[in-house]
């Protein structure tokens, strides 16, 4: 029992640390999912790995310096049967050691000040390239909006990208709003936390060099559901890229067998909240839902997009996500399965 006991608590302790780093058991099952700052894919998130192991070599350096000589002392001057009960000599005023321990933790402040503003002028001043994507990003309590502007393209919580190429940059300037609270946008692979406040504006450039899933979440609590406040970045070969915005471009054909699920979305009080092309809704406090079914997820991240998982998530979004600002609209089965059979249509 006591074996178990102790297992346990190694165990969770390894948990912890481990979390520490961002590797998760899921992370080891689908490495899409991994979040470490020590395998980045994007130049900025390269620089911030070099600085940390700098910073993580420097500080381990004073920590076994520390340690080894507190261990020394410890085992070294250790109560003995035979000690006399007074205390030893005691020194004062050395000047070369003074001078030592306080010019040497000056020098090392200095190192690790001057490396660190360097990688964060180097990230923050980069000049923005003719070829770059802009993005505005606007937290929610509790998802993402993604506004493209110039590609006149607004979706929620899975942000598309295309990868950069050596002959061709493409990185991806993002600009950081808040719709309320204070949030944080941080993708661990792809650039540093940068927080995202009310009222101003901040900076963030991404830059991946492979396709494939990026995942993150909101790093500043920002409420109830701080926790389901995913974020998910899709790097695509600059083809796949254009394919993806001709998609969310295109403006979907209104489908007569579904009219009846129309008719339900614009009477009931989701007009108010979403914005849905060719009707009448154009709320911006939820998602926009004109391409719904092109997301993986539901609820920034809350559960994965299907017709049934939406159905549900509409007859009850608190059951997955309570807290969440979207109320039960209470509607009949009927009117519930009209509803999610015109959701499931806006590819
Ligand atoms: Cu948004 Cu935490």
Known sequence: MKHTARAHSIFCAATFLLSLLGVSAAAANDPSLQTSIFSPESAP????????FLVLGISGAIFAVV????????????QRVNDDGKEPAQIY??????????IVPILIVV?????????IQQIQNAPKPESALDVVVTGHQWWWEFNYPKLGIVTANELHVPVSGLQKRLPTFLQLRSADVAHS?????????????????????IEPQRTGLFVGQCAEYCGTQHAKMLLRVYAHTPEDFERWVGEQKAVQAEDPQVAAGRMVF??????????LDNTIADGRFGPNLSHLMS????????????PTNLRAWIKNPAQFKPGVRMPAMNLSDSDLDQLVAFLATLK
Request: with cysteine; charged share 15%; aromatic share 8%.
């Open 185 to 205: 946008f941080w993708v661990p692979r792809l650039a540093g936390k940068t927080d995202v406040i009310p009222n101003r504006h901040n900076q963030l450039w």
């Open 67 to 78: 340690t080894g000589m507190i261990l020394y002392a410890t085992v070294r001057f250790r």
């Open 93 to 102: 005023g050395s000047n070369p050691v003074e001078a030592a321990w306080t």
């Open 266 to 275: 614009e009477r009931t009080a989701c007009i108010n909240c979403h914005t």
């Open 111 to 119: 190192v690790l000040a001057l490396s660190a503003a360097r990688v």
């Open 295 to 306: 997301r993986e997820t539901l609820g920034a991240g809350a559960l994965s997009n299907s």
């Open 45 to 52: 998130a390269d620089s911030i790995k070099h600085l940390s």
